[in-house]
């Protein structure tokens, strides 16, 4: 099955096609490259061959003679949405459809698209489904349930899109992000030996491995047709919906030495607990190898061999505001974040 990936340089992608190509997937890449300028550790020694192109640049020629689509490239996660809710819109709504249009134009039969449990928002009920309303409360959460409307009405019986929502990911990848709660806990831990949380750390936020999600990618991609057209699945684990504090506590337990604190409660009201035995169903082969433990003690593990510093941790490169921030400031990329010549 030859698989495109958009956004094969990010911090899933890079994960994603090694384990492609480890199967023996041909893979071929699309990533604009924001965040190629640094690795946290050596990545795989296979990489595919990829086009730098902006998502909305894509054409369907790019396309032409591939099996699958998987769709990462977007702008990740709520501050950057904050940053530039005009650009998030453009990029990751309107550019995630153009793509699967264009997919669509050239035969590519499976679309498997990257949304997020964050289109959950505030869950008014004790456990959420692929079937409950969703609310979300940010621009990135917003455009993900846009797309998933605008896409899912593209189904044919040449087409076959399918959503991931994934919880929140974790772990580590050579393109690292530290802006996301386990591995920025975590890396608190390990430069700092403490965890100052500023609220009280009540809400829930499901998690799953960066590897977890991988596999359930795979398990789509492998999957009859029947299973998986048209479907949306939250992916994880139910039993990995945790309080924001139960992950603090976790990682100050996995790193020697590290105390944590927690403050009143905070302004952000984003809480819900997630139901992931659709997925458990429909993809039976599909089951999380990680949890947030296993998890913590694989990033402590690496931070001491790589022998991280503060300067690595707080680097630019791997917190997605901060790098966007830069090639704006430098004039690297314009007003719509297409690179400048």
């Given at each position: 099955m030859?698989?495109c990936v ?5 911090y899933l ?5 090694a384990e492609?190509?480890k199967r ?10 924001f965040?190629?300028e640094?690795m946290?550790y050596r990545?795989p020694s296979i990489?595919?061959l ?9 054409e369907a ?6 099996d ?7 702008l990740?996660?709520?501050p950057?949405?904050?940053l530039?809710p005009?650009?998030?819109?453009e990029?990751?709504h ?11 134009q050239?035969?590519v039969?499976?679309?498997?698209y990257m949304?997020?449990?964050?289109v959950?928002?505030?869950?008014d009920?004790d ?6 309303p969703?609310?979300p409360?940010t621009a990135?959460?917003?455009c993900?349930?846009l797309v998933e ?5 593209m189904a ?11 919880a ?5 990848s050579?393109?690292?992000?530290f ?7 975590a890396g608190?831990a390990?430069?700092?030996?403490k965890?100052?949380m ?10 799953v491995?960066?590897l977890d999600?991988?596999?359930a990618?795979i ?5 009859p047709?029947?299973?998986v ?5 939250n992916?994880g684990d139910t039993s990995?919906n945790?309080r924001?504090r139960?992950?603090?506590e976790?990682i100050a ?6 105390s944590v604190?927690f403050?009143?409660p905070?302004?952000?009201?984003r809480?819900y607990?997630?139901s992931f035995e659709k997925?458990?169903?429909h993809?039976?082969k599909?089951k999380?190898?990680?949890?947030a433990?296993?998890g913590?003690?694989?990033?402590y593990?690496l931070?001491k061999?790589?022998d991280m510093t503060p300067e690595?941790?707080?680097h ?6 901060k790098q966007l ?5 430098t004039?690297q990329?314009d007003d719509?974040?297409f690179?400048?010549?």
């Amino acid at each position: 099955m030859r698989v495109c990936v958009t956004g094969n340089d990010g911090y899933l992608g890079s994960l994603l096609t090694a384990e492609l190509l480890k199967r023996g997937y041909e893979v071929i890449g699309l990533d604009t490259g924001f965040y190629k300028e640094r690795m946290l550790y050596r990545g795989p020694s296979i990489t595919p061959l990829t086009q730098a192109k902006d998502v909305r640049q894509v054409e369907a020629s790019d396309l032409k003679e591939t099996d699958a689509v998987v769709h990462m490239a977007e702008l990740s996660n709520d501050p950057l949405g904050q940053l530039a809710p005009t650009i998030t819109y453009e990029i990751n709504h309107r550019g995630s459809v153009q793509l699967a249009e264009q997919a669509r134009q050239v035969g590519v039969k499976r679309f498997v698209y990257m949304s997020s449990c964050s289109v959950y928002g505030v869950a008014d009920r004790d456990f959420v489904d692929e079937e409950s309303p969703v609310n979300p409360q940010t621009a990135y959460a917003v455009c993900k349930t846009l797309v998933e409307r605008d896409v899912k009405a593209m189904a044919s019986d040449g087409f076959s899109p399918t959503f991931m929502r994934n919880a929140t990911a974790y772990g580590a990848s050579p393109r690292m992000r530290f802006d996301i709660v386990l591995n920025n806990l975590a890396g608190l831990a390990w430069t700092t030996k403490k965890i100052e949380m500023t609220s009280d750390g009540t809400p829930w936020r499901p998690l799953v491995h960066g590897l977890d999600i991988c596999r359930a990618i795979i398990a789509v991609l492998e999957a009859p047709r029947e299973a998986v057209h048209q479907q949306v699945f939250n992916v994880g684990d139910t039993s990995h919906n945790y309080r924001v504090r139960e992950i603090a506590e976790i990682i100050a337990d996995v790193f020697p030495g590290c105390s944590v604190s927690f403050g009143p409660p905070g302004a952000d009201n984003r809480s819900y607990r997630v139901s992931f035995e659709k997925i458990r169903k429909h993809l039976p082969k599909f089951k999380c190898a990680w949890d947030a433990r296993r998890g913590a003690q694989q990033l402590y593990e690496l931070f001491k061999r790589i022998d991280m510093t503060p300067e690595v941790f707080q680097h630019r490169a791997f917190t997605r505001l901060k790098q966007l921030e830069y090639l704006i400031r430098t004039r690297q990329i314009d007003d719509h974040f297409f690179w400048k010549e």
